[in-house]
């Protein structure tokens, strides 16, 4: 039996046995790692060349020694302990991706592994050894760890990350994934005559100062060679080829010893830069290593290129914001020259446009009484502005020079003449005409000092604002003749002064339309009647200007006229209504609102009698300080029409007032479309204070159209009156 049991033992031994011989030349031509071991000491019986290959050959390519001889490194890993638990239990072991540290010192590497650790058995079933079959996954770690480096660069690139972050970021994935590479990126100049430094965090900074700005071309190291060729240029030995002739030296400096380099190019061919990879002992690239060179030049070229693309955008963007800079100032220009109704403000406002806008230092001088006079001076100082303004322009220099030639001058020199150029530092000068019908009649110059400079886009930029400038002095001249007219032809229609009436205060406000011109379809009078009572009105005109001026002077004085001879309101209407109607029988337009109204001293206060036309209704602020309505009915006067009038009669007590008012008032607009309306005009009349008079209270009124207005042109006439019966006086 004992013969039989060692003979079985033996067979199965040898079964075993050829079976591991047989897998090993199985594996023999594969890359899959195949090692068989025996017994507790794990003895490499055998294994196939990948196995030695990839443990480092050499002398370790023997069998018949136990492992962790062959492989001492192994021990401090944790590997021989994991044998030893195969052997000792026969339970597979599985590792993935282990990494394992091949060879010791300057030789070791790092390596992963996918393995399986399974128990070798003899016919009984019994453990022999272990059997060891793996692949390694180091390449695939590697490529891996290249597609994510890859991937975070392409994500860096898609939001538009800085280009040099992107390019030191890929320099710095490759030099980890290859310990033994350097990495450098060179970008072209836009001509693609001269490469600049790009990103080379592994390379010492004299070396890149000294590259910075190479030529490319035949014989300028690889980078420049590759340049120039449009194609790789590989370096093996940089102390030995005619390449590094030049460059021989500084590489030394830096412990280069290789370097090869692959032209960045965009999608049409244009040169965008150069990938260099360096080495600091001789050596020949591997493929794998061509393939590295050409994906990442790939990724660097679609970061330069978006790089190049966004800084395109910028320009565009940069052009397109100055357009629209230069748009809006010169529409702000426009604005506030609109806005100067008087020809000195509006030169003035021009000097203070082009300082500091164009220039620090700004004049206007315009032809006047015979001469040259200056009307306006900027600067940042009022020490500039004195030295400025001091100073008349000479009969020979740029000013006159621009007046009689029309056309702009512009000098990179101090004026000629005397001036105080040397004082305020200035080195250039712009003058341009200010011209009216074809003709100068002023010039702005404008000034630079150190550290300013001009050129063309400013030129016309301060001939642009000198044209529309002109354009405004010329409105603001027609204006403020046209306003001198105005005046004139209102003299008369306005009370220059509210009269005294004996127990009654009286105030107004007249606010015209029309960019200040005075003649309005709006007024208002005051008269004493002969009787001792006084007779009030104010109405509004249809229309403006000369034929409102007139209808006005027809209704006030049509007023004044019957006054005295009739004693009730309603007649003294009916008469104003039948002169405008005689007037405009043959128009058959135009038409008159107004309230006319008596007043006279009452043992009470003031005893009120008045008609209202069609106008708006009076408002009466009583002595507990409530604002309401004084109804009365009537109809428009100058329509031809038959209407109905009612005379209302009131007594106002001392500290009462009534308010008459336009429509130009109620219905003024601020910024939106909210009217001012009737119950904020009440609200402005119930403000004032108990005891105030009537000037406190058509200031109050004023006041509040103005804040609601908030700067808004008026786009119709304003007025209102008011009448407020005083307290009597102690003693009365």
């Known amino acids: 039996m004992r013969a039989e049991h060692e003979r079985r033992a033996e067979s199965g031994a040898r079964r075993t046995l050829d079976t591991d011989q047989d897998l090993s030349l199985l594996f023999g031509t594969s890359t899959a790692l195949f090692a068989s071991m025996t017994g507790p000491a794990h003895v490499l019986e055998t294994a196939n060349p990948a196995f030695f290959t990839s443990i480092g050959g050499g002398q370790r390519e023997r069998t018949g020694v136990p492992l962790v001889q062959l492989m001492p490194e192994l021990a401090d890993q944790g590997f021989i302990r994991l044998l030893d638990q195969v052997y000792r239990s026969g339970e597979r072991h599985v590792g993935r991706d282990t990494r394992v540290v091949i060879g010791v010192g300057e030789d070791a590497r790092e390596a992963y592994f996918d393995f399986t650790y399974e128990a070798r058995r003899d016919a009984g079933g019994n453990v022999i050894g272990v059997r060891m079959v793996g692949v390694e996954t180091t390449q695939v770690k590697h490529a891996r760890r290249l597609a994510a480096e890859q991937r975070a660069l392409l994500e860096q690139i898609a939001r538009q990350a800085p280009l040099p972050d992107v390019l030191d970021g890929m320099c710095r994935a490759i030099e980890e994934l290859a310990p033994e590479v350097i990495v450098s990126v060179l970008l072209a100049d836009q001509d693609g005559r001269h490469l600049r430094h790009g990103a080379a965090p592994g390379l010492p900074d004299f070396y890149n100062q000294a590259i910075d700005g190479i030529a ?425 029409l038959p209407f109905r009038l009612t005379a209302r009669r009131l007594t106002l007590r001392p500290g009462e007032s009534l308010l008459l008012y336009t429509d130009g008032i109620t219905e003024c607009r601020a910024a939106g479309t909210e009217q001012y309306g009737e119950a904020r005009l009440a609200t402005a009349m119930a403000s004032v204070p108990h005891g105030a008079g009537a000037a406190d209270l058509i200031r109050a009124v004023a006041e509040d159209v103005r804040g609601f207005m908030d700067g808004r042109e008026v786009e119709d006439d304003q007025a209102a009156l008011v009448i407020t019966a005083d307290k009597p006086a102690l003693g009365d």
């Not at 830069?273 to 591997?286: I, L, N, S, V």
């Not at 005294?500 to 011109?517: K, R, S, T, V």
């Not at 109204?597 to 009470?604: D, K």
């Not at 069609?614 to 009365?632: K, N, Q, S, Y």
């Open 216 to 640: 490319t071309g035949e014989g300028v190291g690889s980078c420049g060679t590759a340049a120039h060729r449009r194609r790789n240029v590989i370096v093996n030995d940089i102390a030995t080829d005619p390449l590094w002739q030049h460059f021989r030296d500084l590489a030394g400096r830096a412990g280069l010893a290789a370097c090869w380099s692959t032209p960045i190019l965009a999608r049409d061919g244009r040169l965008l830069g150069t990938f260099a990879m360096y080495h600091r002992t001789p050596r020949a690239p591997q493929d794998t290593d061509l393939a590295l060179a050409r994906v990442f030049a790939d990724t660097a070229a679609l970061a330069i290129e978006r790089h190049h693309a966004e800084q395109a955008r910028q320009a565009a963007d940069a052009r397109e914001k100055a357009a629209r800079d230069d748009l809006a100032f010169l529409l702000a220009a426009s604005t506030a020259l609109a806005g100067r109704l008087d020809e000195r403000q509006t030169l003035q406002r021009l000097a203070t446009l082009a300082s500091p806008a164009l220039a620090p230092l700004a004049t206007v001088d315009i032809l006047e009484a015979g001469g040259v006079q200056r009307v306006a001076t900027a600067a940042p100082s009022e020490q500039a502005r004195s030295l400025l303004a001091a100073r008349a322009p000479a009969q020979d220099d740029a000013v006159a020079r621009v007046l009689n030639s029309g056309l702009t001058e512009v000098a990179r020199r101090a004026p000629t003449g005397p001036g105080p150029w040397h004082e305020l530092g200035v080195t250039g000068y712009v003058c341009v005409p200010l011209v009216d019908r074809g003709r100068p009649f002023g010039a702005v110059t404008l000034l630079f000092a150190d550290g300013h400079s001009f050129d063309g886009h400013r030129i016309a930029l301060a001939e642009e604002l000198a044209r529309r400038t002109a354009s405004a002095a010329r409105n603001a001249r027609q204006y403020a003749q046209r306003a001198a007219l105005a005046r004139d032809l209102q003299t008369g229609l306005l009370l220059p002064d509210l009269p005294d009436i004996p127990g009654a205060g009286l105030a107004a406000f007249y606010h015209p339309a029309g960019e200040g011109l005075e003649v309005g379809g709006d007024f208002y009078d005051v008269f004493e009647r002969g009787d001792g009572s006084w007779a009030f009105i104010l109405g509004d005109v249809c229309g403006r200007g000369a034929t409102a001026a007139t209808t006005t002077a027809l209704v006030r004085h049509t007023a004044r006229a019957v006054a005295s001879l009739l004693d009730d309101p309603v007649d003294i209407v009916k008469a104003v209504d039948k002169a405008l109607n005689d007037r405009y029988a043959h128009q058959n337009s135009g038409f008159v609102t107004l309230v006319y109204g008596h007043l006279a001293p009452a043992a009470e206060g003031l005893a009120v009698e008045l008609v209202r036309a069609g106008h708006t209704l009076p408002l009466l602020l009583d002595a507990g300080h409530v604002v309401d309505t004084v109804e009365a009915s009537g109809g428009l006067l100058g329509t031809g």
